[in-house]
């Protein structure tokens, strides 16, 4: 069933909207006039509670893994209990920063083997996050597992299935789409803000080497401090290569490139805005500029996506770009834009952008006579709208990750449904997988984005 376009009535009930709280906000807290023509309305969200203490542990205690625990402990009521990494040295400061009390191990059986653990952070390189993921699952644990879900498009299938057999708490960590921005854009979308979505894209801008992932190699990285056999997973042997351990984005054997890495973020606010389950069609082109420290993947990478019409959004097209060697970096964005307008989404601002006189509906002929009859009594000047409306979140608003992490461990208290649970984690992360495959196969990837099959 196609989506109704935007009605006139819907769309004229939205400026209305816009106009009045417009017009009252002088008298209205929290809605700023900013500058000429931008208006600021805050963003608010209902209290925290605390509540009793969920045990987590935290597979994977790198750059990520730390940010995420941090961020899971800094919820009221949770507690780290435990560390698994394959490097020593994380596991030295993991007790530093937790706790010499935690629990500490190389192998993530022995975290899952615990009974005194709850849930579990999986923040390992991409290519460890399936086989994790699932034993978890399967021994009865909650998980928060990062972006992307998946190494490998086949891979997905498997997640699902384990989320669904044990009735798993399972959220996939693209974190932005928990955010007051993403929700708002939402909102703004269903209203018919921007009109009816034609096309929506997304830029990631980079320029250091840490931003290009050529990260620090600790001074006493070996096979010692290092478990590499593990490491490898099923992927080929190879003499120990502490590059590839501490720079494994780079490889495609454990790291998804760009567009696994930073994509996949894109992927995740868009469907969450749209309701998409995704492209049905899937291009790519780039290639590898400037960073030719033996990486296998490219530091530029271009995605083209052609979305079906659904019941919840009508065909439109997007268009991804990630650059590694941007001079004006640093800097990322997701433009959604309408035939009435466009919003760019923020975890924590909107900027809506609207067209100052929209004359689609319009005949300009009929247009024209208008104008010269009226000019003959009074040609009299017309309010206009603003051309933009700025939403921003409060002042101390906690941000996307804290309440990705909240939304979380209510699903594990209450029950509820998780933002972003294995099948959307799935359709996220496939779209994103694909664009590497048709960079490197050089061919347009048709995908069923409802079934997750590729079309044949
Ligand atoms: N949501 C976000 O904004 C965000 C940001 C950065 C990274 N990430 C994701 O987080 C994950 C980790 O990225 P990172 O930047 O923290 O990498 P990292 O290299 O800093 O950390 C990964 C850690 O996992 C350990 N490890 C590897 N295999 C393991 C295994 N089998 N068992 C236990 N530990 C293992 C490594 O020793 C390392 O300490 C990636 O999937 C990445 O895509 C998400």
Redesign the pocket.
């Given at each position: 069933m196609s989506r109704k376009p935007v009605s006139q009535n819907s769309r004229r009930k939205f400026i209305s909207n816009v106009a009045q709280t417009v017009v009252a906000s002088a008298a209205i807290p929290g809605f700023i006039k900013a500058a000429e023509g931008e208006y600021y309305e805050a963003m608010k969200r209902e209290q925290y509670a605390a509540n009793d203490n969920i045990q987590i542990a935290v597979?994977?205690?790198?750059?990520?893994?730390t940010a995420d625990a941090d961020t899971a402990i800094s919820v009221p009521g949770v507690k780290i209990v435990a560390a698994?990494?394959?490097?020593d040295g994380?596991l030295i400061a993991a007790k530093e920063r937790y706790g010499k009390d935690i629990f500490t191990t190389r192998n993530?059986r022995e975290i899952l083997g615990r009974k005194d653990i709850d849930a579990v952070i999986v923040?390992?390189?991409?290519h460890?996050?399936k086989d994790?993921s699932v034993d978890a699952m399967n021994s009865g644990k909650s998980v928060y597992c990062?972006?992307?879900m998946v190494h490998d498009v086949s891979e997905g299938a498997a997640v699902v299935d384990a989320q669904n057999r044990n009735k798993a708490i399972f959220q996939v960590?693209?974190?932005g789409l928990s955010s007051l921005g993403n929700e708002k854009a939402k909102e703004l979308l269903a209203a018919g803000a921007i009109g009816k979505l034609n096309y929506a894209e997304g830029f990631w801008a980079r320029n250091s080497p840490f931003g290009a992932w050529q990260y620090d190699i600790p001074a006493d990285a070996s096979e010692k401090t290092v478990d590499w056999k593990?490491?490898l997973n099923k992927y080929p042997d190879r003499p120990f290569d502490a590059k590839r351990f501490?720079r494994?984005r780079c490889y495609k054997d454990y790291g998804t490139g760009v567009s696994g890495?930073l994509f996949v973020?894109l992927f995740s606010s868009l469907h969450f805005i749209t309701g998409s389950a995704g492209p049905d069609k899937v291009m790519a082109t780039g290639g590898l500029r400037f960073w030719k420290d033996g990486r296998e993947v490219p530091d530029i990478l271009l995605g083209m996506f052609d979305y079906p019409e659904t019941n919840k959004h009508p065909a439109f097209n997007l268009s991804l770009r990630v650059n590694f060697v941007d001079g004006t970096a640093d800097n990322t964005y997701l433009r959604l834009v309408g035939n009435e307008g466009s919003m760019n989404v923020e975890w924590e601002k909107v900027v809506l952008t609207r067209n100052k006189a929209y004359a689609a509906a319009d005949d300009p002929l009929l247009k024209t006579k208008q104008v010269k009859e009226d000019a003959i009594l009074y040609e009299r000047k017309k309010m206009i709208a603003p051309d933009a409306t700025v939403f921003k979140s409060e002042e101390g608003y906690k941000g996307a990750h804290f309440d990705h992490f909240y939304n979380f461990f209510k699903g594990i208290r209450t029950g509820t449904a998780v933002t972003e649970d294995a099948l959307f984690g799935y359709r996220a992360a496939a779209p994103a997988l694909l664009c590497n495959d048709s960079y490197f196969l050089e061919k347009a990837i048709q995908w069923d984005p409802v079934k997750l099959k590729l079309k044949t």
């Open positions: 597979i994977g205690a790198g750059g990520m893994g698994c990494d394959l490097y994380r993530y923040a390992t390189p991409d460890w996050h994790i990062e972006k992307p960590g693209s974190q593990m490491f501490f494994w890495d973020h």
